[in-house]
């Protein structure tokens, strides 16, 4: 799924914010922000649940923080629809703590914003296969609503 074409790479331009593309997707209850590959399970995820009242935003440029392509991206969202910051790194790694000193708790005074990323840590893996899949099942479940 993160193929681009040649096409792509010759016309196509860098996107600092990637909005919700999908066609099924309406009547929208949460809205999941990310930047990377977690973007493909969250995605896979959301077909898997049939979840289509779940938007997925892609913000691709952390530096300087686009927050004029983001306002644009989520301003056909209604006020109060939650959105949640997504990474699949730990809360003390990973974008969540600078998005959080630049966006606060609510998104441009109408979305109020959470965080959904593994547990603080010294480490950005646990070292073993098995309990990152199901570290990576359960921030999943987390993103969609799920305990």
């Known amino acids: 799924r993160a193929v681009s074409s040649l096409d792509d790479c010759a016309a196509g331009r ?3 914010v990637i909005p919700e593309t999908a066609e099924g997707v309406q009547d929208v209850d949460r809205v999941l922000l990310c930047t990377g590959k977690i973007y493909y399970e969250l995605l896979t995820e959301r077909e898997e649940l ?3 009242d779940v938007a997925i935003v892609r913000l691709e440029q952390l ?3 686009p927050e004029e392509e ?3 991206s989520l301003e056909r969202y209604r006020d109060e ?3 949640f910051w997504v990474q699949e790194e730990p809360v003390n790694m990973g974008a969540q703590w600078f998005l959080q000193a630049h966006l606060g708790d609510r998104l441009f005074d109408r979305l109020p914003l959470s965080f959904v990323s593994r547990e603080e840590s010294c480490s950005p893996a646990t070292g073993s296969g098995t309990s990152h899949k199901l570290e990576q099942k359960q921030l999943l479940q987390r993103a969609f609503g799920g305990s």
């Open 50 to 52: 049939d979840r289509n």
């Open 70 to 72: 983001l306002r644009a």
């Open 81 to 83: 629809t939650p959105v």
């Open 63 to 65: 530096y300087p923080l």
């Open 14 to 16: 860098f996107q600092h």
